[in-house]
């Protein structure tokens, strides 16, 4: 039974006849039904009814159960916290050109559970809000012909077998604020209504459009004209579709879909004749097939994930991108023209000759990248990849992030001709992968004469009080600029931190002292495209040192065995992080003589010589990308020719103030530490001279308490120190 024929009789083919059709050409209901024609209010103590509202009455329900309500044009409906429940496939709410505000109110149907339609003879449009609702009807959620209905925190659903969520016929629906449209075939259809012109709407904002069954949103045809709708799908909304599409739009029907801020996953599908716009904007995602789709926008950071070979009509691009599939899927995209400036996603493979491809057959202009992917393994062909055509334009493409990264080299994209691009072996180069396994070998020495300065730059300290044993505690820091004629070009930042203490012993004429040694250092290595490495290092040694306080010789030697602790984070071309670690020990000694000279008011001058040599332990590993390395001994032997000079202030009691300069030529007799970078050979090479200086001051405020602050500076053609600092005191007992 209805409350109102109205409910009952729709054709879609015949929705022309709506506003022509008189409520006097239809049967009552067998139910009573209450003609409202002033203002009423119902509540929970109301009589079970089905109500017709006449314009310009509103009806006001709180807390009420209803059957069908029918409201005429000019007619108000205000329901709060009240139930609808329609009988013998009737519609639950029904307006004609009226107004209705629902909340916290449900409706059920066996029809429609919502039906909006314009009164053209009255020139009233229908318009609802419905919040925090839930509306449900076997045929449709809702109708919407030439209406306005919006949704806040509210569920409309077509619950039969064929149900659909929402039909809208030149209408408006605006989803908002977590609602949901279902159909349990179709989530939302869209077609062209009575009206002579116009279009459909549907916005979708931070909610969700479901076809259980089919596709979440059917543009279609009628029996007038064909079908033209406008989607926006906004702010984290969602579309899901049984069967995969999320747009379907059939045979002369055309739709525009805008999203925004939202990731979708599915297809659009157009029919011959038929045509669609996407535009993707502001991080919004779309993966699925574009079919027929004649236009395509992509921007602010948007981007499409193809998941096969597709053709687009234009596609236009403002800072969007276009992904080729995951990984180890190779794609074609075609597409008649290109505009704009945008990103590509794509993919290589040297050892197959595949490789994802852009194909453009008209005209092909603005600026563009391409990011591919980069990889831990070297190329197994010879040969170069076409990886875009243009069938003209002004159009230009580079690598985004430089040449890609393929195992130990890097490649760079070759244009050939005026409209082809390709990926070519001749413009290798060594990848950031490789540079930061070289500086990782390279940086052991660099360490290990870091830590070593801070002792032997002060054995001065304890040779002053040589009767007397002692302990001591330095603090350094270090920062040396290593030039790409060393294998590698890299910076590397130290700070660290070392103790001991020692006690002296007596043979022959001279005094001879003898200690042990401890300390930890970390040092940041700084490379291109923002990679990095770390070494933390720990060591323990011993010295001993040897003053003959007459002539003024010394001899002073240190031996200290280091466990080196290194870990990569290599930036590749494509954006990417690999990572990888190893631990190996290191071995060096030290021996150093001199003679310390004394000249007239408290000058002195102390030349001396020193050699010294380590030897690194090689390391087998990978980076967790695939790239392996065959770390082979990285060894140094350096040696250092010099004087001191400076003087000394006394005071009473023991206390002395020693200003001090120094100056020395050193240099490197090691020139061939090399690495394997899958299978390939790179060496390092620290070899050459360079000169130092450093300058500091000794200060002994009590027969017990020395201490010292040390500055120091070297410069050569392959490493420079800008600056080096240790800063020291010792307790003598």
Do not use: C
């Not at 730059?457 to 009080?465: C, I, K, L, Q």
């Amino acid at each position: 039974m209805s409350s109102h024929p109205r409910s009952t009789f729709y054709s879609l083919r015949h929705l022309t006849l709506l506003g022509k059709l008189s409520p006097l050409l239809l049967a009552t209901s067998a139910w009573a039904q209450t003609n409202v024609t002033k203002d009423t209010l119902i509540d929970a103590g109301s009589a079970l009814d089905s109500y017709r509202v006449i314009g310009p009455a509103t009806l006001t329900a709180n807390g009420a159960k209803m059957l069908q309500v029918f409201a005429e044009a000019g007619a108000t409906v205000t329901f709060s916290d009240s139930r609808i429940d329609a009988l013998n496939n009737a519609n639950g709410l029904t307006l004609w050109g009226a107004d209705a505000t629902l909340q916290r109110t449900t409706v059920v149907s066996e029809s429609r559970g919502l039906s909006l339609t314009a009164d053209s003879s009255a020139g009233r449009h229908s318009q609802a809000l419905v919040i925090d609702s839930n509306i449900s009807g076997a045929r449709q959620g809702a109708l919407v012909n030439d209406s306005t209905l919006e949704l806040q925190r509210s569920e409309l659903r077509g619950t039969g077998a064929a149900g659909l969520g929402a039909d809208l016929f030149n209408g408006t629906l605006i989803a908002r604020e977590g609602s949901t449209i279902s159909g349990s075939q179709n989530g939302v259809r869209l077609r062209e209504g009575s009206s002579p012109s116009g279009n459909s709407t549907l916005v979708v904002d931070n909610s969700l459009v479901e076809g259980v069954n089919g596709s979440a949103i059917v543009v279609g045809i009628g029996a007038i004209r064909p079908a033209s709708a406008h989607i926006d799908v906004l702010n984290r909304s969602t579309l899901r579709a049984g069967n995969g599409v999320l747009l379907e739009v059939e045979h002369s029907a055309d739709a525009t879909l805008r999203v925004n801020d939202s990731q979708l996953e599915g297809d659009v599908v157009v029919a011959e004749g038929g045509s669609a716009a996407v535009q993707l904007e502001n991080f919004a995602t779309l993966k699925g097939r574009l079919e027929n789709v004649a236009s395509l926008a992509i921007d602010s950071n948007a981007q499409w994930v193809m998941v096969g070979d597709a053709h687009v009509g234009a596609l236009s691009m403002d800072g969007g991108s276009v992904r080729f599939g995951e990984l180890n899927e190779f794609f074609t995209l075609s597409l008649d023209s290109l505009a704009g400036n945008g990103t590509f996603v794509m993919e290589a493979d040297f050892s197959s000759g595949q490789s994802d491809k852009l194909d453009v057959t008209g005209n092909a202009s603005g600026n563009h990248t391409l990011l591919i992917n980069s990889s831990g393994h070297d190329p197994h062909a010879e040969n170069s990849l076409h990886m875009v055509h243009t069938g003209g334009g002004d159009a230009q493409f580079e690598l985004q992030g430089g040449p890609v990264d393929l195992g130990a080299y890097s490649y760079d994209l070759v244009r050939k001709g005026d409209n082809d691009w390709f990926l070519d072996l001749t413009t290798r180069v060594v990848s950031p992968g490789t540079q930061s396994v070289m500086a990782l070998a390279n940086a052991a020495p660099t360490i290990w004469y870091g830590e070593l300065g801070t002792l032997r730059s002060r054995m001065g300290e304890v040779r002053r009080n040589p009767a007397n044993s002692g302990a001591w505690v330095r603090t350094f820091g270090n920062k040396y600029n290593v030039a790409a004629s060393a294998g590698v070009a890299y910076q590397q930042h130290q700070q660290g931190l070392s103790f001991g203490a020692d006690t002296p012993l007596s043979a022959g004429d001279g005094n001879w002292l003898v200690g042990v040694t401890a300390g930890i250092s970390t040092s940041d290595l700084n490379l291109a495209r923002g990679s990095s490495a770390t070494v933390d290092s720990y060591h323990i040694g011993a010295y001993t040192s040897w003053f003959e306080a007459e002539s003024g010789y010394y001899f002073d030697a240190t031996a200290r065995l280091n466990r080196f602790e290194n870990s990569l984070d290599v930036r590749l071309s494509d954006g990417k992080k690999t990572e990888g670690d190893y631990t190996s020990q290191g071995l060096g000694v030290s021996l150093e003589v001199g003679r310390h000279l004394s000249l007239a008011d408290g000058y002195f001058l102390e030349p001396f010589a020193q050699l010294s040599g380590l030897v690194v332990q090689g390391k087998d590993y990978s980076l967790d990308n695939g790239m392996s390395t065959e770390g082979e001994r990285t060894r140094s032997l350096l040696g250092k020719l010099g004087a001191t000079t400076g003087r000394t202030f006394t005071a009473a009691d023991g206390r002395t103030l020693q200003p001090y300069l120094r100056v020395a030529a050193v240099h490197e007799w090691a020139n061939d530490n090399q690495v394997k970078v899958n299978g390939n050979r790179f060496a390092n090479d620290l070899s050459g001279t360079r000169g130092e200086v450093g300058v500091g001051l000794a200060l002994s405020w009590a027969e017990q308490w020395q201490a010292h602050a040390d500055f120091d500076y070297s410069h050569g053609s392959k490493i420079e120190q800008p600056w080096g600092v240790n800063l020291g005191v010792r307790y003598s007992w």
